[in-house]
T-cell receptor
Framework: AQKVTQAQTEISVVEKEDVTLDCVYE???????LFWYKQPPSGELVFLIR??????QNEISGRYSWNFQKSTSSFNFTITASQVVDSAVYFC????????????FGKGNQVVVIP | GAVVSQHPSWVICKSGTSVKIECRSL??????MFWYRQFPKQSLMLMAT?????????EQGVEKDKFLINHASLTLSTLTVTSAHPEDSSFYIC?????????????FGDGTRLSIL
């Protein structure tokens, strides 16, 4: 069974600080896909990134960066120089190749950026 | 691209009413759509996988007769909450894939806030 753990429930940071969100996953599949989604207060889910299990390259997109470590089954997300607009719930999710693209979500990280 | 529209955005109705929620893929064909439920301050829980032209696959613990899913076309799936009660109040959100290729991201609708009085 696939499982995603996001241990930090709520994180508050002052604007311009960096914040890192931890995501640890469990799966028996050798082929799987990891995602991060952002859910602002309005409720919609915004796709941020996808990583497959064979691609351990880290990625940077503007102020966002991701660190994928298969050895520790982690896919952490860092927001650099946080802004108030970054306030949202961030979900890490896992999809197994044999799972018909079903997504298993973590509990989410509520990020509050204080101006 | 890959826009998913969900309607209505919010519904308030009396207990015992049946409520239909629509999920449309606007600029792509979606052979598979997914329905989730999210309670306040909780994660998304998959309710069912909707496949065009066939019966939906429900997750364990989700009542098929309570949550009717119809996926009659490649761009539309509907979720009907039958005889809704206050405990059905929740945020319902659908998603769709724009590709059959494994691992492609799901694109989500904006969700429907359902409140049963």
């Amino acid at each position: 069974a696939q499982k995603v753990t996001q241990a930090q429930t709520e994180i508050s940071v002052v604007e311009k600080e960096d914040v890192t969100l931890d995501c640890v996953y469990e799966t028996r599949d050798t082929t799987y896909y990891l995602f991060w989604y952002k859910q602002p207060p309005s409720g919609e889910l915004v796709f941020l990134i996808r990583r497959n299990s064979f691609d351990e390259q880290n990625e940077i997109s503007g102020r966002y960066s991701w660190n994928f470590q298969k050895s520790t089954s982690s896919f952490n997300f860092t927001i650099t120089a946080s802004q108030v607009v970054d306030s949202a719930v961030y979900f890490c999710a896992l999809s197994e190749a044999g799972g018909n693209n079903r997504l298993a979500f973590g509990k989410g990280n509520q990020v509050v950026v204080i101006p | 691209g890959a826009v998913v529209s969900q309607h209505p955005s919010w519904v308030i109705c009396k207990s015992g009413t049946s409520v239909k929620i629509e999920c449309r893929s606007l600029d792509f064909q979606a052979t598979t759509m997914f329905w989730y439920r999210q309670f306040p301050k909780q994660s998304l829980m998959l309710m069912a996988t909707s496949n065009e032209g066939s019966k939906a696959t429900y997750e364990q613990g989700v009542e098929k007769d309570k949550f009717l899913i119809n996926h009659a076309s490649l761009t539309l799936s509907t979720l009907t909450v039958t005889s809704a009660h206050p405990e059905d109040s929740s945020f319902y959100i659908c998603s769709a894939r724009s590709s059959q290729v494994l691992g492609q991201p799901q694109h989500f609708g904006d969700g429907t806030r359902l409140s049963i009085l």
